[in-house]
Every structure is written in structure tokens, then in C-alpha cells.
């Protein structure tokens, strides 16, 4: 893939009012290195595949994903704010290559619409592009804060959530039925390149597919 990442993810986001039940699996991505993870909004509902020239490299980075999925909406941190000021709060995100996240919190309702309207993103940032165990750079500089490596704010994963019904935030595999009408699911897997990996079909939604690895 163009940033050579071989992780993989499944995210869902359980929604009654503008409380969220939050959970993200992530695999197989860069060890003892954090990796940022927001939830964007206010674009395309997609996910970039195209890459571009940065340092000399065929990657993309936040600049080129932008138009795609948009700006953060999001910041799903490890505890405090959850705004898009915590956007690179890097001490406040999971550190390894294979995580679960959980957390309730409290979403902008611009958030909640987006969710609604299949416009909202997953994006899990860092990545090792040269396979050499840590964020360097090879890249560059990041764009977004030229004090850190561009492999630092690259997305790693990728993925656009799709309206599941579902009864709440999965604990192991997900459950379909039993959604009511004070609470609502959506689901993605996560791959870089790879959008809407959750298909709809007529009024019922799965809620979970197998997660599936990125090759390069």
C-alpha cells in the first residue's frame, strides 16, 4: 500500500443523543510509537488511495487525505479532551501496534449528523514507511506540525463508518438486531486505501465483517 502498512482494524460507534459508545480493534501496525486517531468529517466519506510525491516518496499524507475524509471531527484520546484542539496530543493516544480502545464520550453535534448522513471517517495516524521501527524522516516533516516526522501524522488505516443496528458497543464479535430508537451503531473496518468496507443491504445492516489485511 502507499504508505507500506499492513494493519488492519474494525471500529464501531454505538450513539444515543450525543453520548458515544466508542470501541477501535487495531492490528499490525508500528509498536511503542503513538498513533493519533480521530474520527473526520465534512467531506467526501471516503478514504484516499492516489498517492503523491513527499520527500521524494510516493505517500499520502493528512494533506492529501483531507479532501477525502475531511477534518477531524474527533479526537479519540486515552482520557481529557476529545476535541479537534487534541488533535495531536500524541501523549494521549495508544502507543501499540495492536490496541483495543474504549471509551464513552460525549460527540459535537456536527459529529452526530455526520455519523447519520455516512460522511464520517475513521483515521488512525503512524506509520513506519521504511520498516526500520521507528518514526523518522524519510518523509519529512510532517505538514501539520513541523516539529514531528511526517511517518508520525500519516495515515496508517482508513475507513468510512456505515449505519449498523445494533444494541451497543460490541464485546467480541458484534451483534446484529436489537437496536432501538434512542440508540444507533455504525461500524467500519479500517485499511488504508480501502473504503466502506460495511455494505448495507435493504433495511438490515450487518454489523460486523471479518476484519482484512492491507497487503502492500
Not at 509498536?31 to 474520527?39: L, W
Request: charged content about 10%.
Amino acid at each position: 500500500m502507499a504508505n507500506h502498512v499492513t494493519g488492519s482494524g474494525t471500529a464501531w460507534v454505538t450513539v444515543t443523543g450525543n453520548s458515544a459508545e466508542v470501541k477501535v480493534e487495531v492490528s499490525g501496525l508500528l509498536d511503542g510509537a503513538p498513533h493519533a486517531q480521530h474520527i473526520h468529517i465534512d467531506a467526501l466519506g471516503q478514504c484516499p488511495s492516489a498517492p503523491q510525491q513527499h520527500n521524494g516518496q510516493a505517500s499520502i499524507n493528512v494533506a492529501d487525505g483531507a479532501p477525502f475524509y475531511g477534518a477531524i471531527g474527533t479526537s479519540l484520546t486515552n482520557a481529557g479532551d476529545t476535541s479537534p484542539a487534541a488533535g495531536l496530543a500524541v501523549t494521549e493516544f495508544p502507543s501499540t501496534g495492536s490496541y483495543t480502545y474504549t471509551r464513552t464520550i460525549d460527540l459535537d453535534p456536527n459529529v452526530t449528523a455526520n455519523l447519520q448522513k455516512g460522511t464520517a471517517v475513521l483515521v488512525v495516524h503512524g506509520v513506519d514507511y521504511n520498516n526500520n521501527g521507528t518514526y523518522d524522516a524519510v518523509l519529512g516533516a510532517s505538514e501539520l506540525d513541523p516539529t514531528l516526522p511526517a511517518e508520525a501524522t500519516d495515515p496508517a488505516l482508513c475507513g468510512a463508518f456505515t449505519a449498523m443496528q445494533m444494541s451497543g458497543v460490541p464485546s467480541g464479535a458484534a451483534d446484529t438486531g436489537g437496536g432501538s430508537t434512542a440508540t444507533t451503531g455504525h461500524g467500519a473496518e479500517i485499511g488504508v486505501g480501502v473504503a466502506a468496507l460495511l455494505a448495507v443491504g435493504g433495511a438490515a445492516v450487518i454489523a460486523h465483517r471479518r476484519r482484512r489485511s492491507v497487503q502492500d
